[in-house]
């Protein structure tokens, strides 16, 4: 099993996210899972001619998301979009399965041959616009074993779009998720998609975590300085779509620009 040094071949990688359109059964769902598949295909194409050092696809497009488990047109369009992505990406590549389906990430990475995942409730509750989400990481740690798979679990803690249930504060969290929660890495972000992540958190994160800490939002020319010396690596959405808003498209030329000021700090 590869750990999180060994999976990137440079130190703090930039992971990209790829926001998938919407799959069978959401809503916005459009008929097209060809029209899916080249959008996907044609942003790993860009991310990755621009230096991205890794990937991670989301269901970006499946709101309002399921709290939890997804339903099974949805794990089985995600894979078939996640296989395509995998024969042409050259970097690790990442699953987020939302708003909280680890099982159902899992069960994609492993079959994808994918690296990681992403879980935003790996431990303790929150509340968010999904009503109150459980952490499951005694169902996740058991099922991945089932598995015998050597998928990399990323967790969030005081993750973004919602509010812990009970008052717990961050070093206990990130305590809690190293050294129960069996986690690879854990995800520090702000508050919403695309808003900065504290600098006082993330040293907080970064003080209390036995794992390497990831920056999970908010990256921009404008912080990259401050925050570069706390982490261990970036996952970037929004920054890098036109006008750095995520449901834009790519803007090649702000990824160009993101990428420089990464390799001049780091």
Same mark, same amino acid.
């Given at each position: 099993?590869?750990?999180?040094?060994?999976?990137?071949?440079?130190?703090?990688?930039?992971?990209?996210?790829?926001?998938?359109?919407?799959?069978?059964?959401?809503?916005?769902?459009?008929?097209?899972?060809?029209?899916?598949?080249?959008?996907?295909?044609?942003?790993?194409?860009?991310?990755?001619?621009?230096?991205?050092?890794?990937?991670?696809?989301?269901?970006?497009?499946?709101?309002?998301?399921?709290?939890?488990?997804?339903? =099974?047109?949805?794990? #089985?369009?995600?894979?078939?979009?996640? *296989?395509?992505?995998?024969?042409?990406?050259?970097? !690790? @590549?990442? /699953?987020?399965?939302?708003?909280?389906?680890?099982?159902?990430?899992?069960?994609?990475?492993?079959?994808?041959?994918?690296?990681?995942?992403?879980?935003?409730?790996?431990?303790?509750?929150?509340?968010?616009?999904?009503?109150?989400?459980?952490?499951?990481?005694?169902?996740?740690?058991?099922?991945?074993?089932?598995?015998?798979?050597?998928?990399?679990?990323?967790?969030?803690?005081?993750?973004?779009?919602?509010?812990?249930?009970?008052?717990?504060?961050?070093?206990?969290?990130?305590?809690?998720?190293?050294?129960?929660?069996?986690?690879?890495?854990?995800?520090?972000?702000?508050? =919403?998609?695309?808003? #900065?992540?504290?600098?006082?958190?993330? *040293?907080?994160?970064?003080?209390?975590?036995?794992? !390497? @800490?990831? /920056?999970?939002?908010?990256?921009?020319?404008?912080?990259?300085?401050?925050?570069?010396?706390?982490?261990?690596?970036?996952?970037?959405?929004?920054?890098?779509?036109?006008?750095?808003?995520?449901?834009?498209?790519?803007?090649?030329?702000?990824?160009?620009?993101?990428?420089?000021?990464?390799?001049?700090?780091?």
């Amino acid at each position: 099993m590869s750990s999180f040094s060994t999976l990137f071949k440079k130190p703090k990688p930039v992971i990209g996210c790829i926001h998938l359109k919407a799959l069978p059964g959401a809503p916005l769902y459009e008929g097209k899972m060809g029209s899916i598949i080249e959008q996907a295909l044609s942003e790993c194409e860009l991310l990755q001619a621009q230096g991205m050092e890794g990937l991670i696809i989301e269901n970006f497009g499946d709101k309002p998301f399921y709290p939890g488990r997804l339903g =099974a047109e949805t794990i #089985a369009a995600f894979t078939a979009v996640g *296989k395509e992505i995998m024969r042409q990406a050259k970097i !690790p @590549v990442g /699953i987020n399965a939302l708003r909280n389906d680890a099982v159902g990430a899992l069960s994609i990475a492993t079959a994808i041959e994918a690296n990681f995942i992403r879980v935003n409730v790996h431990m303790h509750a929150v509340v968010c616009d999904q009503g109150i989400i459980t952490g499951q990481a005694y169902e996740t740690l058991r099922f991945k074993n089932k598995l015998n798979s050597s998928v990399q679990i990323w967790a969030d803690v005081n993750v973004k779009h919602a509010v812990p249930l009970a008052n717990i504060d961050l070093v206990q969290e990130t305590e809690d998720m190293c050294q129960r929660g069996l986690v690879d890495a854990v995800i520090v972000s702000g508050n =919403a998609t695309g808003k #900065a992540t504290s600098l006082d958190d993330l *040293k907080t994160v970064k003080k209390a975590s036995s794992v !390497p @800490v990831v /920056i999970g939002s908010g990256m921009s020319l404008d912080n990259i300085e401050m925050l570069m010396p706390y982490t261990d690596g970036f996952i970037v959405g929004s920054y890098f779509k036109k006008d750095a808003i995520a449901t834009n498209e790519l803007d090649s030329q702000r990824i160009k620009d993101f990428m420089a000021a990464v390799r001049q700090h780091r």
